[in-house]
């Protein structure tokens, strides 16, 4: 049974299922407070309150440090990665948690001044749906450089401007608009409305990596709070849902920023698996054919280094490597072989006669003739001129003068096509040894051989000679 598993190996059809189905889960997780919220504006008794005052402190006080957190890890990101996103994202954080601690501070002045209790919430939520907008705009934009990362000016100017707007909702809640709907209402509508265009323009953008998922996610949270504060009333339970539901974007936004803090410090550089399963698999392409051009590289190589560039046969080096292995291998098994060292005649008269160019055409075509006549696991070498020389593996001395032989007469024989010139006769000398009988090291099978040659020459040229 075959229980090997493809991994990676997905259908495009559940490719596609899963997608929609994911898209589905994020909207829906997105949208669950309206649910929510529904239910309490249909179904709420408008006098049911909850009016507990070091409830609201404590709760307060908890975002306020969690605030500070957050906003301290978006900074640690910002200044590793630069990323003008996390920059506004820090701003976010810190003005949202300076406006909104006086709301919680304040909590003991609900009945003396309402608005300078209530006015803190919407002011904070206004102020960080603008910079997360900002932020949102600013994605994917350039780094900012280290030096303006550690410049301490621009986060005091932004502080001051945040203590600034606490003292402006102070004013306003003891000016006489501050009972106005509209004031509230202009707050909050305006938190809600940045949170949509921001909305909007992840979606047209088609932003969506796993971060700015969170992101997003986390911005529809806020926008849907702004709804619920809308809809309700101090310390009803449209109000507090709506607390929760801040809180609740709040907690996903910084699960956020946590993810990023501990892998690419950075919302842009997406921590995204399938991304980076892409990217590792267009590297893995760009290995596998930068090593295959390599082992081309490597081959072209070891053939350049090994082979004669005239005639293409192996080169002294290469043979003679061949033969070290041959001997070691005769010797382990108890084999033989056998060489033959070939020479043409006359060269020096060719040359002289045709012109160099035709001799090396010669010395192309004797090679050529010379591994037609051969076994395919024979080889020939140029030892250097018009010296040749083959091995002949597991070949007996009889088997050798057979194969001179056919080499010789090839060589006599051979009509010359490709080179223009009339009548053109080669022949070639040849000195057979052989392992074993004519001695068991290299020099005195090489010297057998070369001396059978020179004898070939002495008796009269184009012959083959074993003793
Ligand atoms: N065209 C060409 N000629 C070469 C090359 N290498 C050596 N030769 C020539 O080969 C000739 C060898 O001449 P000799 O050593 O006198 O030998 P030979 O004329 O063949 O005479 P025997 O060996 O006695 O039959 C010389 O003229 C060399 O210049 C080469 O790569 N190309």
Redesign the pocket.
């Known amino acids: 049974m075959d229980m090997s598993v493809t991994i990676g190996e997905r259908p495009e059809s559940i490719r596609r299922a899963t997608k929609i189905y994911a898209a589905f889960l994020i909207a829906g997780f997105a949208l669950s407070p309206v649910a929510l919220i529904a239910y309490l504006y249909f179904f709420q008794d408008p006098a049911l309150k909850f009016e507990n005052h070091l409830f609201h402190e404590i709760a307060i006080a908890g975002a306020t440090i969690e605030g500070l957190f957050v906003a301290y890890v978006s900074w640690r990101c910002y200044l590793s990665s630069g990323e003008p996103l996390l920059r506004w994202l820090t701003l976010g954080f810190l003005g949202f948690t300076l406006i909104y601690a006086p709301h919680g501070a304040f909590t003991g002045m609900a009945h003396h001044n309402i608005w300078l209790f209530l006015l803190y919430g919407p002011a904070s939520r206004l102020a960080m749906s603008i910079l997360l907008l900002i932020g949102l705009l600013s994605f994917n934009q350039e780094p900012d450089t280290p030096e303006q990362r550690v410049n301490p000016r621009p986060w005091l100017a932004w502080i001051a401007v945040f203590l600034v707007v606490d003292v402006a909702v102070a004013i306003l809640a003891y000016s006489p608009i501050a009972s106005s709907p509209a004031v509230r209402l202009a707050m909050e509508g305006g938190a809600l409305l940045f949170s949509a265009v921001d909305l909007s323009l992840m979606l047209i953008g088609r932003i969506r990596s796993p971060l700015m998922t969170v992101f997003g996610i986390s911005i529809a949270l806020f926008g849907l709070s702004s709804l619920a504060f809308i809809l309700g009333k101090p310390w009803n339970h449209m109000w507090w849902l709506a607390h929760a539901i801040f809180a609740g974007g709040f907690f996903i936004l910084s699960y956020g920023i946590i993810k990023a803090f501990h892998t690419t410090r950075s919302f842009a550089n997406i921590y995204n698996q399938e991304e980076m399963v892409n990217r590792l698999a267009m590297a893995m392409v760009r290995t596998e054919s930068a090593l295959q051009e390599l082992q081309r590289s490597n081959q072209m190589l070891e053939h350049l280094a090994s082979t004669d560039p005239?005639t293409g046969a192996s080169n002294r080096r290469h043979f003679i490597e061949r033969v070290d292995a041959e001997i070691a291998r005769a010797k382990r098994d108890d084999l033989s072989f056998a060489m033959l060292a070939l020479?043409?005649?006359?060269?020096?008269?060719?040359?002289?006669r045709y012109?160099?160019?035709?001799?090396?055409q010669?010395?192309q075509g004797f090679v050529q003739k010379c591994s037609e006549e051969i076994r395919p696991y024979d080889s020939v070498a140029r030892m250097?001129?018009?010296e040749f020389m083959v091995l002949l593996p597991q070949a007996t001395m009889e088997l050798a003068v057979t194969i001179g032989e056919r080499i010789r007469q090839a060589t006599e024989n051979a009509v010359f096509e490709s080179i223009l010139v009339p009548k053109l006769i080669l022949t070639v000398?040849i000195g057979v040894s052989q392992f074993g009988q004519d001695g068991t090291t290299i020099d005195t099978i090489f010297r057998a051989a070369d001396e059978r040659l020179y004898r070939a020459?002495d008796q009269g040229?184009n012959c083959v000679i074993t003793v």
């Open positions: 005239l020479d043409l005649d006359n060269f020096k008269a060719i040359n002289d012109g160099h160019q035709v001799g090396d010669v010395l250097g001129g018009e000398s020459k040229r």
